[in-house]
Protein backbone atom coordinates (compact mmCIF):
# COMPACT_ATOMS: atom_id res chain seq x y z
CA UNK A 1 0.00 0.00 0.00
CA UNK A 2 2.69 2.62 0.85
CA UNK A 3 4.57 1.58 -2.75
CA UNK A 4 1.46 2.66 -4.68
CA UNK A 5 0.85 5.68 -2.56
CA UNK A 6 4.74 6.61 -3.43
CA UNK A 7 4.28 5.91 -7.02
CA UNK A 8 1.16 7.75 -6.91
CA UNK A 9 2.93 10.64 -5.39
CA UNK A 10 5.40 10.50 -8.09
CA UNK A 11 2.70 10.12 -11.01
CA UNK A 12 0.36 12.91 -9.74
CA UNK A 13 3.77 15.18 -9.28
CA UNK A 14 5.29 14.35 -12.72
CA UNK A 15 2.13 15.36 -14.10
CA UNK A 16 1.92 18.43 -12.16
CA UNK A 17 5.46 19.34 -13.51
CA UNK A 18 4.73 18.82 -17.20
CA UNK A 19 1.47 20.92 -16.83
CA UNK A 20 3.50 23.62 -15.25
CA UNK A 21 5.90 23.20 -18.22
CA UNK A 22 3.58 23.86 -20.31
CA UNK A 23 1.67 26.68 -18.77
CA UNK A 24 5.48 29.04 -18.81
CA UNK A 25 6.32 28.10 -22.18
CA UNK A 26 5.19 31.13 -23.31
CA UNK A 27 7.47 33.04 -21.48
CA UNK A 28 9.86 31.52 -23.69
CA UNK A 29 8.51 32.36 -26.41
CA UNK A 30 8.65 35.88 -24.94
CA UNK A 31 12.28 35.85 -24.51
CA UNK A 32 13.03 35.03 -27.65
CA UNK A 33 11.14 37.56 -29.42
CA UNK A 34 12.61 40.42 -27.45
CA UNK A 35 15.88 38.81 -28.84
CA UNK A 36 14.59 39.53 -32.25
CA UNK A 37 15.22 35.54 -32.84
CA UNK A 38 13.10 33.25 -33.83
CA UNK A 39 10.31 31.99 -31.16
CA UNK A 40 11.68 28.10 -31.02
CA UNK A 41 15.16 29.40 -31.14
CA UNK A 42 16.03 28.86 -26.84
CA UNK A 43 14.17 25.15 -27.19
CA UNK A 44 16.29 24.27 -30.75
CA UNK A 45 19.69 25.32 -28.77
CA UNK A 46 18.73 23.40 -25.64
CA UNK A 47 18.63 20.08 -28.33
CA UNK A 48 22.07 20.92 -29.78
CA UNK A 49 23.19 20.58 -26.27
CA UNK A 50 21.91 17.05 -26.39
CA UNK A 51 22.38 15.84 -30.35
CA UNK A 52 25.41 17.77 -31.24
CA UNK A 53 24.29 18.37 -34.57
CA UNK A 54 23.85 21.76 -35.41
CA UNK A 55 21.57 21.45 -38.65
CA UNK A 56 19.08 19.16 -37.78
CA UNK A 57 16.76 21.84 -37.19
CA UNK A 58 13.32 19.46 -36.48
CA UNK A 59 15.44 16.96 -34.20
CA UNK A 60 17.37 19.99 -31.91
CA UNK A 61 13.68 20.92 -31.83
CA UNK A 62 12.26 17.98 -30.34
CA UNK A 63 15.05 16.84 -28.38
CA UNK A 64 14.89 20.71 -26.74
CA UNK A 65 10.96 20.48 -26.10
CA UNK A 66 10.98 17.20 -24.61
CA UNK A 67 14.17 18.01 -22.46
CA UNK A 68 12.36 20.87 -21.15
CA UNK A 69 9.00 18.44 -20.91
CA UNK A 70 11.12 15.82 -19.32
CA UNK A 71 13.13 17.99 -16.37
CA UNK A 72 9.55 19.75 -15.45
CA UNK A 73 7.67 16.29 -14.80
CA UNK A 74 11.13 15.33 -12.33
CA UNK A 75 11.12 18.82 -10.70
CA UNK A 76 7.26 17.95 -10.30
CA UNK A 77 7.94 14.40 -8.78
CA UNK A 78 11.03 15.49 -6.75
CA UNK A 79 8.49 18.08 -5.16
CA UNK A 80 5.88 16.20 -4.69
CA UNK A 81 8.23 13.29 -2.81
CA UNK A 82 9.93 16.27 -0.52
CA UNK A 83 6.68 17.59 0.25
CA UNK A 84 4.99 14.09 1.56
CA UNK A 85 7.60 12.99 2.67
CA UNK A 86 9.54 15.43 5.41
CA UNK A 87 6.90 16.62 7.65
CA UNK A 88 7.99 20.38 7.77
CA UNK A 89 7.26 20.84 4.21
CA UNK A 90 3.87 19.28 4.03
CA UNK A 91 1.52 21.01 1.93
CA UNK A 92 -1.83 21.45 4.18
CA UNK A 93 -3.47 24.09 2.34
CA UNK A 94 -3.20 25.84 -1.26
CA UNK A 95 -1.36 29.11 0.02
CA UNK A 96 1.44 26.75 1.72
CA UNK A 97 1.06 24.45 -1.38
CA UNK A 98 1.90 27.91 -3.67
CA UNK A 99 4.66 29.04 -1.58
CA UNK A 100 6.71 25.84 -1.24
CA UNK A 101 6.43 25.69 -5.25
CA UNK A 102 7.86 29.40 -5.71
CA UNK A 103 10.35 28.45 -3.25
CA UNK A 104 10.82 24.93 -5.11
CA UNK A 105 10.86 27.00 -8.60
CA UNK A 106 13.43 29.35 -7.04
CA UNK A 107 16.05 26.69 -6.29
CA UNK A 108 15.45 25.33 -9.31
CA UNK A 109 16.33 28.56 -11.03
CA UNK A 110 18.93 28.60 -9.59
CA UNK A 111 21.05 25.65 -9.73
CA UNK A 112 19.41 24.43 -13.15
CA UNK A 113 18.29 26.81 -15.28
CA UNK A 114 21.72 29.62 -14.87
CA UNK A 115 24.38 27.02 -15.32
CA UNK A 116 22.79 25.38 -18.35
CA UNK A 117 21.76 29.13 -20.02
CA UNK A 118 25.62 29.59 -19.42
CA UNK A 119 27.46 25.98 -20.62
CA UNK A 120 24.19 24.89 -22.87
CA UNK A 121 21.95 27.82 -24.30
CA UNK A 122 24.33 30.42 -24.78
CA UNK A 123 26.87 28.96 -26.90
CA UNK A 124 24.21 27.17 -29.03
CA UNK A 125 22.23 30.74 -29.54
CA UNK A 126 25.50 31.99 -30.95
CA UNK A 127 26.07 29.36 -33.22
CA UNK A 128 21.90 29.55 -34.33
CA UNK A 129 22.79 33.17 -35.14
CA UNK A 130 25.46 32.50 -37.15
CA UNK A 131 24.08 30.22 -39.04
CA UNK A 132 20.93 32.45 -39.88
CA UNK A 133 22.70 35.09 -41.26
CA UNK A 134 26.50 34.06 -42.21
CA UNK A 135 27.48 36.98 -43.35
CA UNK A 136 27.04 38.63 -39.81
CA UNK A 137 30.47 38.59 -37.90
CA UNK A 138 30.40 35.59 -35.12
CA UNK A 139 31.53 38.40 -32.95
CA UNK A 140 28.59 40.60 -33.21
CA UNK A 141 26.33 37.24 -32.55
CA UNK A 142 28.23 36.74 -29.67
CA UNK A 143 27.54 40.50 -28.82
CA UNK A 144 23.71 40.13 -29.20
CA UNK A 145 23.21 37.40 -27.17
CA UNK A 146 25.22 38.79 -24.52
CA UNK A 147 23.52 41.41 -24.39
CA UNK A 148 20.10 39.35 -24.30
CA UNK A 149 21.57 37.29 -21.19
CA UNK A 150 19.61 39.83 -18.94
CA UNK A 151 16.18 39.34 -20.75
CA UNK A 152 16.57 35.73 -20.72
CA UNK A 153 17.33 35.82 -17.08
CA UNK A 154 14.45 37.85 -16.26
CA UNK A 155 12.15 36.36 -17.52
CA UNK A 156 13.43 32.88 -17.12
CA UNK A 157 13.10 33.84 -13.65
CA UNK A 158 9.55 34.61 -14.08
CA UNK A 159 8.26 31.98 -15.52
CA UNK A 160 10.30 29.31 -13.29
CA UNK A 161 8.10 31.83 -10.62
CA UNK A 162 4.99 30.77 -12.57
CA UNK A 163 6.07 27.25 -12.85
CA UNK A 164 6.28 27.13 -8.99
CA UNK A 165 2.59 28.75 -8.61
CA UNK A 166 1.34 25.73 -10.84
CA UNK A 167 2.96 23.44 -9.59
CA UNK A 168 2.08 24.28 -6.04
CA UNK A 169 -1.70 24.50 -7.00
CA UNK A 170 -1.76 21.77 -9.31
CA UNK A 171 0.29 19.29 -6.47
CA UNK A 172 -1.81 20.72 -3.74
CA UNK A 173 -4.75 19.67 -6.03
CA UNK A 174 -4.15 16.39 -7.21
CA UNK A 175 -2.04 14.72 -4.31
CA UNK A 176 -3.20 16.60 -0.74
CA UNK A 177 -6.70 17.66 -1.59
CA UNK A 178 -7.60 14.68 -3.04
CA UNK A 179 -5.68 12.36 0.29
CA UNK A 180 -8.68 14.80 2.43
CA UNK A 181 -11.32 13.64 0.22
CA UNK A 182 -10.21 9.93 0.28
CA UNK A 183 -9.82 10.30 4.16
CA UNK A 184 -13.05 11.51 4.88
Given at each position: ??????V??L???????????I???????LT????????D???????????NI???????????I????????????????I?S???????N?????????IV??I?????LY??????????????????S?????????????E???????????????????????V?????F????????
Amino acid sequence: MIHQSIVKTLLLGAVGGVIASIIMYPFLFLTTSMMGIPLDDLSIARGMAISNINDNYYLNLTLGIGMHFLTGAIAGALFTIIVSTIKKFRINNFKRGIMEGIVYSIIIFIVLYIPTTMSMVYPNLVDIMNQSSPAQSSLKDQKTVEQNLIPIYVFGFIAHIIFGVILGFVSTLLIFRGDMIQKK
